[in-house]
């Protein structure tokens, strides 16, 4: 129930070539709560009800709970988030033994693309893909709950 995941900035679009898998996702938060994030998210078609506690020190790992539900209740629920639901297109791309998640946003966070990876330990090396730009693992402006309500097309780039 740890989840440990490393986050990339993006220097090109060639990670699409690359893709075996493109899933529309759409998101939003009952909770926002740094402590506590309580996400919705459809993703073609199936509900997701997903709690992350506060992220460690490093920003590495947190605790993850995830449940599925169906399509209708993640539709209702969605009505009940806060402002700022994320939409976004996640492309996943296999890299030595890992699967690269990268999100491309839209709407109010079009314009960032943003690469996540899935850890075993903290200390796990990571064959890193030419398109993967800088490191921004723990920084929080880089999470969905901030960017729901702080999102990318406002930021002093």
Request: charge should be negative; glycine fraction near 8%.
């Amino acid at each position: 129930m740890t989840e440990i995941e490393r986050k990339f900035l993006i220097t090109s679009e060639e990670f699409k070539k690359a893709a075996f898998r493109k899933t529309r996702i759409k998101q939003g938060y009952l909770n926002s709560d740094p402590d506590r994030t309580v996400r919705v998210r459809l993703r073609d078609g199936q509900g997701f009800l997903t709690v992350k506690g506060r992220s460690s020190e490093n920003g590495l790992s947190r605790f993850e709970w995830e449940r599925e539900i169906n399509s209708e209740e993640a539709e209702d629920l969605l009505k009940l988030c806060e402002a700022g639901v994320i939409d976004k297109i996640r492309y996943e791309i296999t890299s030595g033994k890992h699967i690269f998640e990268v999100d491309e946003f839209f709407g109010e966070n079009e314009g960032l693309l943003l690469a996540e990876v899935e850890l075993s330990h903290e200390n796990e090396e990571i064959e890193k893909p030419d398109w993967l730009g800088k490191e921004v693992t723990g920084d929080k402006r880089y999470y969905n709950a901030f960017l729901s309500k702080n999102p990318f097309k406002t930021w002093n780039k």
